[in-house]
């Protein structure tokens, strides 16, 4: 079901000091920092060959990363996130394997403008899955 490593997320406190990580020393192709308010987050999108690496940085009040960073002081891999055709379908055939997706079930759109859900990492091998509409 689950398709290509569309990105790794990765939390950081300092989103210019690690974009400089990403340029400087692993000489990737890295993007402006990106203010997304609507996911309380700011990202950087770190375009790699097969995949791409997002590093968030909590934005505003209620981030939802500012509880990872408490337990991951120096920052850390959040989510990963894999591509599905039909993310509704997808949903469906995880609810009847009794996985639990986060929120209300219904898929939002996500950073890149396209429907996604997330997968509770208890589930997952402890990892927080996100799927994105292909
Ligand atoms: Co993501």
Do not use: W
């Not at 000091?17 to 308010?37: I, T």
């Not at 219904?106 to 799927?131: M, N, Q, S, Y």
């Amino acid at each position: 079901m689950i398709g290509r490593l569309n990105h790794v997320a990765i939390a950081v406190r300092e989103i210019a000091k690690a974009a400089r990580v990403y340029r400087e020393m692993l000489g990737a192709d890295v993007s402006a920092v990106v203010p997304q308010p609507e996911h309380g987050v700011s990202t950087v999108f770190v375009t790699l060959p097969n995949t791409k690496i997002e590093l968030l940085e909590p934005l505003g009040e209620d981030s939802p990363i500012a509880k990872f960073l408490d337990r991951n002081p120096d920052g850390g891999i959040h989510h990963v996130c894999y591509e599905v055709d039909d993310i509704r379908a997808a949903r469906d055939r995880l609810l009847a394997h009794g996985a639990r997706v986060l929120g209300d079930g219904e898929p939002r759109i996500g950073a890149h403008g396209k429907p996604v859900l997330f997968l509770h990492p208890k589930d997952f091998c402890g990892t927080l899955v996100e799927l994105e509409q292909a």
